[in-house]
């Protein structure tokens, strides 16, 4: 299976600051197709996952333009550009190029 | 809206049986595969298994392949999760979600449903 690391496991940071976390995979993303499937999901305390990312770039329906994505082959990032209070949380990266789809061990990120 | 509704989930001993549910409203159920993701108490994410819109297609994790069927009523729009031979190591919430096409990733989760395995 293709193993997803990602870091770092927890991100402290300020209000209106930017924050980046990073995630690896053991092996191309890039799919026979020519896309790279590589999903970022935000984890509100107390709740369900929701997709902020997909492809490694796109946004999801409704995500606020604070959250970006970049990256290609095995190396990722995920950016929030001015971190606000409701982004506190576990944001976890997910590969669905390869079977079975596998997620990373998540980021804590918590509001100083 | 897009809604998915787990339940089923409850506390059950080793070797016991369950039958998850997730009802699906707000999208044409039958042209969506489906997936069950779990996720056990403070740990991360972990898909389970997904299955076609038309119920044709299945795949599953090696950790539950064999006593985990995955299965679909499209009239009832709901999707199921039959779990046998439970271990404590399949204590966890457990989420269903729709697979966005042609994207590879899950767009929309539902609430989660508690499976508990102890003696």
């Known amino acids: 299976d293709v193993v997803m690391t990602q870091s770092p496991l927890s991100l402290p940071v300020t209000l209106g600051q930017p924050a980046s976390i990073s995630c690896r995979s053991s092996?191309?993303?890039?799919?026979?197709?020519?896309?790279?499937?590589l999903n970022w999901f935000q984890q509100r305390p107390g709740q369900s996952p929701r997709r902020l990312i997909y492809?490694?770039?796109k946004r999801g329906s409704g995500v606020s333009d604070r959250f970006s994505g970049s990256g290609s082959g095995t190396d990722f990032t995920l950016t929030i550009s001015r971190v606000e209070a409701e982004d506190a949380g576990f944001y976890y990266c997910?590969?669905?190029?390869?079977?079975?789809?596998?997620f990373g061990q998540g980021t804590k990120v918590e509001i100083k | 809206e897009v809604q998915l509704v787990e339940s089923g989930g409850g506390l059950v001993q080793p070797g016991g049986s369950l039958r998850l549910s997730c009802a699906a409203s707000?999208?044409?159920?039958?042209?969506?595969?489906m997936h069950w993701v779990r996720q056990a108490p403070g740990r991360g994410l972990v898909w389970v298994s997904r299955?076609?819109?038309?119920?044709?297609?299945?795949s599953y994790a090696a950790s539950v392949q064999g006593r985990f069927t995955i299965s679909r009523d499209n009239a009832k729009n709901t999707l199921y999760l039959q779990m046998n031979s439970l271990r404590a190591e399949d204590t966890a919430v457990y989420y269903c979600?729709?697979?966005?096409?042609?994207?590879?990733?899950?767009?929309?989760w539902g609430q989660g449903t508690l499976v508990t395995v102890s003696s």
């Open positions: 979600g729709r697979d966005d096409p042609g994207t590879n990733g899950i767009d929309y």
């Open positions: 492809q490694v770039s």
């Open positions: 997910m590969q669905g190029t390869h079977w079975p789809w596998t």
């Open positions: 092996q191309s993303l890039l799919h026979n197709d020519g896309n790279t499937y």
């Open positions: 299955l076609r819109g038309d119920g044709s297609r299945t």
């Open positions: 707000g999208f044409t159920f039958s042209s969506y595969w």
